[in-house]
T-cell receptor, first 117, second 114 residues
């Protein structure tokens, strides 16, 4: 299947600082990428849809000024957690659908563990 | 909007036994149903999927069945092995027309005891 990478795999930051997480599609181009958040022992919660060349679409309840998304190219989307607080500590996962007509498969990155101290 | 229910939340089986995880969905427009396996500390991995024009799909020890009338689909793992231990998520989405998003079930933690 298609490969999606994330960097970093884990990050620890101090409260009040900002953290950037990168999501890359390695062997295909992705005009759309998705960002999820997962708390321990819970399901994935969609945060936003990242669109290449246009603004991201945020799900209800997700602060767009806190979670900045930039889809810089057809293979790269970034999520920046601004002014991070301990409650932002979570597992952040991105995904991308494979391109092509009638392409349904969506592949996930390995995730980024964010810990805010 | 779509709602996906997944059962059971935990499942423990002996190595070699079969495991079945069931999901129901609410939106009859949903037409694609993937299953993901997530190991601890890793991202979800697509293991099998099924489209609404198919009733069953099999890939070695893994199979998925879909009942559109009842709006439920199931994951079947035969001859389970310890490495099958993980959390499994079902999902549903409606493709075509406006872009939809994957709606996930709450997950099933499968433990395969050697």
């Amino acid at each position: 299947g298609a490969v999606v990478s994330q960097h970093p795999s884990r990050v620890i930051c101090k409260s009040g600082t900002s953290v950037k997480i990168e999501c890359r599609s390695l062997d295909f181009q992705a005009t759309t990428m998705f960002w999820y958040r997962q708390f321990p022992k819970q399901s994935l919660m969609l945060m936003a849809t990242s669109n290449e060349g246009s603004k991201a679409t945020y799900e209800q309840g997700v602060e767009k000024d806190k979670f900045l998304i930039n889809h810089a190219s057809l293979t790269l989307s970034t999520l920046t957690v601004t002014s991070a607080h301990p409650e932002d500590s979570s597992f952040y996962i991105c995904s991308a659908p494979t391109p092509g007509h009638f392409s349904y498969e969506q592949y996930f990155g390995p995730g980024t563990r964010l810990t805010v101290t | 909007g779509e709602n996906v229910e997944q059962h059971p939340s935990t499942l423990s089986v002996q190595e070699g036994d079969s495991a079945v995880i069931k999901c129901t969905y609410s939106d009859s427009a949903s037409n694609y149903f993937p299953w993901y396996k997530q190991e601890l500390g890793k991202g979800p991995q697509l293991i099998i999927d099924i489209r609404s024009n198919v009733g069953e799909k099999k890939d070695q020890r893994i199979a998925v069945t879909l009942n559109k009338t009842a709006k439920h689909f199931s994951l079947h793992i035969t001859e389970t092995q310890p490495e099958d231990s993980a959390v499994y998520f079902c999902a549903a989405i409606s493709y075509g027309g406006s872009q939809g998003n994957l709606i996930f079930g709450k997950g099933t933690k499968l433990s395969v005891k050697p």
